[in-house]
């Protein structure tokens, strides 16, 4: 199955940073704090939660593209971003 994927980017000082929506295909099982990389865009961002069938995370540094696969530094597990849903 799918779920949302939320990527909050921090923007520096900004008081709204940016988000972007994606769906990933099947769950989560990052965990809290874990540091996630891209696999094409060398992305990174900080898990945040999981909760109702959504994963949030901190996008730290770069922007995460359709496609790539996001891997976690602690688990390992990689999951795949498959498309930004439409609005």
Not at 33 to 44: F, H
Not at 71 to 84: D, P, Q
């Amino acid at each position: 199955g799918f779920q949302t994927i939320k990527c909050v980017y921090s923007g520096g000082l900004a008081s709204t940073p940016a988000t972007a929506i994606f769906t990933m295909v099947a769950g989560a099982a990052y965990t809290a704090g874990e540091v996630l990389t891209g696999s094409i865009s060398g992305a990174k961002g900080t898990f945040v939660s999981e909760a109702a069938n959504a994963v949030t995370l901190l996008v730290t540094g770069g922007v995460f593209v359709v496609g790539e696969t996001l891997t976690g530094a602690t688990s390992g597990i990689g999951l795949a971003l498959a498309a930004r849903p439409a609005r």
